[in-house]
């Protein structure tokens, strides 16, 4: 078990990861999408650095990491599961339990459809590999979000599951054959007690699964329960959110969007998730 399991990589990521092994906590920290920061023309806002690219900067937080023996691993954690005194955190299919989970992932595009938080894991699922077997034999829709999706879609397909493929983008070559093929957006999951169709367009298209492959999950899918206000998550001075363990630091907590608010916050959640772990050692 880790103690410390990071979602993100970005300034409050790394700030958290740094922090927490400073402390001396073991960590794991995820990412599988380039940060905001990296495409910054020009960074003059952080104290102690100015006229430097957001590249640069942020190079130079990932070999502060590096140096400190602390491993950026590519990884899209899809669910969080509170098991009492610790979390499994299921990373692509593979389950890590950790202590504590910061959750840095950057501000949220993502919005859930209709129908997907009620109806997550009992026929939505966000990782063929993962789930894929369940559902060999049956209908299911891989709606098109990521540059991973036409492999987890082909990957189904040899398993033995019917595929529908969604996507905006006109028909890839590298696409089975056998894959059926709907040029489209999801809007709606529709089910009572687990998925029956998915609605594109004016019509619904009947299914028991659909494979939501998109770059990132909202943070409100990951772990359920989770408050927010508005697009951000809701969290206290100590950077903790509505569930005991679970911190959130950076973009995704609220305005403003600054790096050295995401660097500071990093730094809380780790430091108070330390603390918590050190306060349970000692009992």
Known sequence: MVDILIVGAGPAGLSAAVNAVTRGKTVRIFSNKENYLSKAERVDNHLGFYNI????LMNKFKEHAEAMNIKIEEGKVV???PMGESFMVNINGEIEEAKKVILAMGISK????PGEGRLLGIGVSYCATCDGMLYRGKNA???DQSKEALEEANYLSSIGVNVTFVSKRLRSGELNES????NGTISEVVGSSKVEAVVIGEG???????FMLRDAVAPTALIEGLETEGNFIAVNKNMETNIEGVYA???ITGKPLQLSKAVSEGLIAAQ???LQIDKIKEN
Do not use: F, Q, T
């Not at 690219?53 to 640069?56: A, I, L, N, R, V």
């Not at 894959?179 to 709907?182: E, P, S, T």
């Open 53 to 56: 690219s957001g590249k640069e």
């Open 204 to 210: 619904n298209v009947p299914a028991d699964a659909v």
């Open 141 to 143: 829709i891989v709606w």
């Open 249 to 251: 630091s950076g973009d």
């Open 272 to 274: 108070h998730a330390a």
């Open 110 to 113: 993502v919005k859930e459809l």
């Open 79 to 81: 669910n969080i599961l």
């Open 179 to 182: 894959i059926k093929y709907i």
